[in-house]
């Protein structure tokens, strides 16, 4: 009876405010645009996520009952009846309980937030600050506990201290006209292209890394694009020959928090570097450097955080940088280095405990570099 009534309380239930529905098809009907731009997302799929089916059951046995309804009050909300995180879970959100931990509280009887005051046949519209806020956004990317259920990325954002905001970067067109967001491929511009062109926006394509599961080859293909060119605004590659090794270099330099953020556990971010001479010589050194977090056991590499005893992050804070050495032979022929910065949205080890397919997480390169000859 408890869990029912703090259901309800949070729902906001009643609904009189949206008399043609609360779910995000209904909203779709008159916002027919922003409800495709939507459904292309990751908050669309977010409880759909095999990813995130599979993990749940783990995340259970490994930190108890608590930590699974932490996982589902982000991913499967089930606000306005949407079983991911549809319209009304940021156009209706009046506050949260605290920032971080899912603890998002919603009104289906309030105005809809939206940039600016509306009234119409189907709901009025107020201007509430909360809908662009990074707290907005850090009420489910925030993060802690219990077991190794650490997500600091609205903490990571305070502490850079950015005068900008999630969407900025995270909005299909950037933050505002001529800014320096990423521009959706499957909004059929190149990221570069909206760089120059300060296209308009279209914030309901939010682009982030996970896949676009369930979607289409070209609609995946598409948000695989839009992630690739995600990475690459927020990190750069450089490497460089000194006494005789490649001094290779990853730094954030373009985003408001750690890269890799959030889920760490389950990304996959790193270099690999080729090195060639005139007579044809060719040697490789895989992974030399990598941002994903090490997730052990006494000491132990393992593929799953409900298997680990100890989570190393190892992202790079805005502004931060790493750089690794890598020697290679003396004499002969002078070498030619190459440096290529890749990523996943999940690890291929992850993958394979979850038994699901690797094949719909694609590696991307995100930058390359040369140095040398």
Do not use: K
Request: glycine letters at 12%; proline letters at 5%.
């Amino acid at each position: 009876m408890r869990a029912l009534l703090f259901a309800v309380l949070l729902c906001g239930c009643g609904g009189a405010a949206l008399p043609y529905g609360t779910d995000s098809a209904s909203c779709g009907t008159c916002h027919a645009e922003q409800h495709v731009q939507w459904a292309s997302t990751a908050h669309a799929r977010s409880a759909s996520s095999p990813v995130f089916q599979a993990l749940l059951p783990r995340v259970e046995e490994a930190w108890g009952a608590t930590a699974r309804a932490r996982c589902v009050a982000c991913h499967q909300p089930r606000f306005g009846g949407d079983d991911g995180i549809g319209c009304v879970s940021c156009h209706a959100a009046v506050g949260n309980r605290g920032h971080g931990n899912g603890a998002l509280v919603v009104s289906l009887d309030a105005p809809l937030a939206g940039t600016r005051p509306v009234s119409n046949a189907a709901h009025d519209v107020e201007s509430r600050g909360l809908l662009t806020s990074p707290v907005l956004c850090g009420t489910c990317h925030e993060v802690h506990g219990p077991g190794l259920l650490d997500e600091p990325t609205l903490s990571e954002f305070s502490a850079a201290g950015s005068a900008t905001d999630c969407i900025t970067c995270h909005s299909a067109a950037g933050g505002r006209e001529g800014g320096a967001g990423v521009l959706g491929a499957c909004d059929g511009v190149s990221y570069e292209g909206a760089l120059s062109s300060g296209a308009p926006r279209r914030g309901h394509r939010l682009i982030g890394v996970d896949p676009a599961w369930g979607a289409s080859a070209a609609e995946a293909e598409c948000a695989s694009e839009d992630s690739r060119a995600l990475w690459a605004r927020a990190l750069s590659l450089e490497i460089a020959m000194r006494d005789g090794a490649a001094e290779v270099s990853v730094t954030n330099t373009g985003a408001a928090h750690a890269v890799p953020t959030g889920a760490t556990h389950l990304r996959d971010v790193w270099v690999d570097v080729e090195a060639t001479d005139a007579s044809g010589r060719r040697l490789l050194f895989p992974r030399v450097l990598e941002l994903g977090a090490r997730l052990t056991r006494d000491g132990a590499e393992v593929a799953l955080a409900t298997q680990a005893s100890q989570v190393d992050p190892r992202g790079l804070s805005p502004g931060a940088g790493r750089t690794v050495r890598v020697p290679l032979p003396v004499g002969g022929a002078a070498w030619e280095v190459s440096a290529v910065l890749r990523a996943r949205a999940v690890r291929a080890d992850a993958l394979a405990a979850l038994q699901l397919d690797a094949s719909q997480v694609p590696t991307r390169d995100v930058a390359r570099a040369t140095a040398g000859r």
